[in-house]
């Protein structure tokens, strides 16, 4: 991929085989960074700012006006492709690129902004389809960074605005409902374009332009064939959009879409190029079939004397006044229907902002209420661990003896049943001794007295 610039010093950066190079005006090629998977080029003023992408989770910048410098920009995430750079009106650069998303389909959408140096990246958006043709951005002089963007699951054109002075994405919009591809956007002094291929039963190139709304979408190519190749072209200070359409090869002037003038494809170069605050891709018409203007032959001084006649100059004729026509009942509700739809357009756009700065604060409470919170600090429980485990010994202790006393009671009370058994038992031996004993003389005696 080989990018032109304009530039006193320098004439393009390519990336060949892995290595991103910068030639000079000269013809010398210095190597920046091996292994790069993708790169993306802005001039801003003198300044060449260069991002080298990796298959990793960082990429390398590089800027200056002759030395280049290099700088790491650490990414969150590992990074997934289409990686565009644009500048904006206050001298920022603005980094897009996909990041690959651990869980749903498609990719996140991130977005990250430098001025004196690189910020936080942000999520535009997730579940993106992460192709480089997906994904166009450009700044307009209204003050706002516009971004296009394609959706994973149908291609639907989904449509945002950054505000550089609350740093927020507004909602999405959908522009196209149909499977949509290749949006690009060209700002120019007056409008900003936004051209776009949608998929039906041939590919098609649409357009629609920014003034203070966005105008009613119109069809470039004819529709009888597939396009393909989309490029632009600015001579002369006019903007052409050329394409590719079947065999055919075709160009139109911005606002005349109609007015297509078919031409010849081998004519004409395919590059890409720094083309204002973005990189896009552009026409140039070889060398070779550049029409040269003919000088104008110079007539002497003495063929332009003529003899002096007075003539008397014929009345100029009085134009007619054209009658104005009045609008159709059908152009009158068309204008009418699209008055309504831009004033909705913008309301919703001014709500999702609304919406979004009331997020964006409730984010920084929360961030502030997680700075600012502390936990307690914890109680220091060993002295009553210590005092538990005495009393769990001491309790054990007093259930052992106890166990031991009842043990010994038991024994006790056994041996006194024993003993009062035999007492018992000894008393009995006693009385029937004492009933078979023969009575004395004298008991007789006394007994009959």
């Not at 291929?197 to 098609?204: G, H, L, S, Y």
């Not at 990189?279 to 032959?297: G, H, S």
């Not at 700065?357 to 210590?386: G, Y």
Request: proline share 4%.
């Amino acid at each position: 991929m080989l990018i032109k610039i304009r530039h006193p010093k320098f004439s393009c950066v390519e990336l060949r085989d892995g290595s991103l190079v910068i030639h000079s005006m000269q013809g010398k090629a210095r190597v920046l960074q091996e292994n790069v998977a993708d790169v993306a080029v802005v001039v801003n003023g003198e300044a060449v700012r260069i991002v080298g992408f990796l298959d990793k989770t960082y990429a390398w910048y590089f800027s200056g006006t002759e030395d280049l410098r290099s700088e790491r920009i650490e990414f969150d995430q590992l990074y997934g492709g289409g990686g565009r750079l644009i500048n904006d009106g206050l001298g920022n650069s603005h980094l897009f690129y996909f990041a690959k998303q651990s869980v749903g389909h498609g990719a996140q959408l991130r977005h990250l902004t430098f001025s004196d140096q690189w910020g936080i990246a942000q999520t535009v958006s997730i579940n993106v389809f992460a192709e480089r043709s997906s994904l166009s951005a450009s700044w307009n002089s209204d003050g706002y960074v516009h971004l296009v963007y394609c959706g994973h699951s149908h291609q639907h054109l989904l449509y945002r605005v950054y505000n550089l002075e609350h740093r927020l994405w507004s909602g999405a919009v959908v522009f196209s409902e149909e499977r949509c591809s290749n949006p690009q956007f060209i700002p120019t002094k007056e409008r900003l374009y936004l051209f776009w291929q949608e998929e039906k039963e041939k590919t098609i190139l649409r357009v629609r332009h920014k003034e203070e709304h966005w105008s009613p979408i119109t069809r470039v190519s004819s529709g009888k064939g597939h396009v393909s190749n989309v490029g632009y072209s600015f001579e002369n200070d006019q903007w052409k959009v050329l394409w590719g359409e079947e065999s055919g090869f075709y160009a139109a002037h911005f606002d005349h879409w109609s007015d297509r003038k078919a031409l010849q494809r081998e004519d004409f170069d395919y590059v890409w190029m720094v083309e204002g605050m973005h990189t896009i891709a552009v026409y140039e018409e070889k060398e070779d079939v550049r029409e040269v203007t003919p000088e104008p032959k110079v007539i002497p001084q003495t063929a332009l004397v003529e003899p002096a006649v007075e003539s008397i100059p014929d009345p100029e004729p009085v134009p007619e006044p054209t009658p104005e026509l009045e609008p159709t009942p059908q152009e009158r509700a068309q204008t009418k229907r699209e008055s309504e739809e831009a004033k909705l357009q913008a309301a919703f756009v001014e709500q999702a902002f609304r919406t979004l700065q009331e997020w964006e604060k409730v984010r920084e409470e929360m961030a502030h209420w997680k700075r600012e919170f502390r936990l307690p600090e914890p109680l220091d429980l060993n002295p009553l661990l210590t005092r538990v485990e005495r009393l769990e010994r001491r309790i054990l202790s007093l259930q052992h003896s106890h166990e031991q006393s009842k043990k010994l009671w038991e024994e006790n009370f056994a041996q006194v049943e024993q003993g009062i058994t035999r007492t018992k038992n000894r008393l009995r031996d006693l009385e029937e001794v004492g009933k078979n004993k023969e009575r004395s003389l004298w008991q007789r005696v006394l007994g009959r007295g």
